[in-house]
């Protein structure tokens, strides 16, 4: 499997504050990698960073040849300003192919096959029209997921994607998205909260720690002292 990203002695300030440090670790073809770690750690930051939207202070994200930015999808945390958007969900989901369409003004017929397509695929065929506000917490996760497929192909990024959801549609999105990973061969790279969660389904672990991070498969977090730490004080 290919290198998509490699991080090399990253390290990243927010408001003059230090929060990583000589971070380094690669995300590779059909990879599950869960970024977890307490608040304030650095999670939020290293998005930005990866995403493009902030530039490390030390060190560099390189991106493999085979990466375009045009195939990575986003799913960023709601505002409740985002919640209560007045857009069809099929509106919503083909805004997520604005940035493949570049100079033309409308959107093509392959376009709006792959919104389509996308909604098929998180059956959500029968929330086509309703509006996106009326929906409820999981149908919106389920709409913008299928807006973050129709704007990358091969990579995901997923902030945070079930927080406010009752247990079971919580599931229902963990099991989705491992099925995107396994079937679809599609890479996600997700922030967690929920270690638990995360060392089920993710195939490596990021854990940014003050002290010192932890890299590797989830197999090797399990038997480091930070994960078994950290899963031992949620398991209680």
């Known amino acids: 499997m290919g290198e998509l990203i490699k991080c090399e002695n990253l390290a990243f300030s927010y408001e003059d504050v230090d929060v990583i440090k000589n971070l380094e670790f690669t995300v590779s ?61 099929f509106e919503v989901v083909l805004s997520g192919r604005l940035n493949s369409r570049g100079l033309k003004p409308f959107y093509s017929k392959k376009d709006k096959l792959i919104a389509h397509d996308n909604i098929r695929k998180l059956g959500i065929e029968d929330l086509i029209n309703r509006s996106y506000r009326d929906l409820s917490g999981g149908q919106q996760q389920r709409v913008l997921l299928a807006r973050a497929l129709c704007a990358g192909k091969k990579l995901l990024f997923l902030d945070e994607p079930v927080t406010g959801l009752d247990p079971i549609v919580t599931e229902e999105m963990y099991r989705l998205i491992e099925d995107l990973n396994k079937t679809d061969h599609i890479t996600i790279v997700m922030v967690s909260h929920d270690i638990t969660s995360a060392v089920k389904y993710a195939t490596h672990i990021l854990h940014l720690n003050f002290e010192k991070s932890f890299f590797g498969t989830t197999q090797e977090y399990m038997k480091s002292p930070l994960g078994q730490y950290f899963f031992g004080k949620y398991n209680d």
């Open 29 to 89: 073809e059909g990879d599950y990698l869960c970024i977890v770690g307490e608040n304030g750690s650095g999670k939020s930051t290293l998005t930005r960073g990866l995403l493009g939207l902030k530039s490390p202070d030390q060190g560099k994200i390189i991106f493999g040849e085979e990466l375009k930015k045009k195939e990575i999808g986003y799913l960023p945390q709601q505002t409740p300003a985002q919640k209560d958007f007045p857009a069809s969900v």
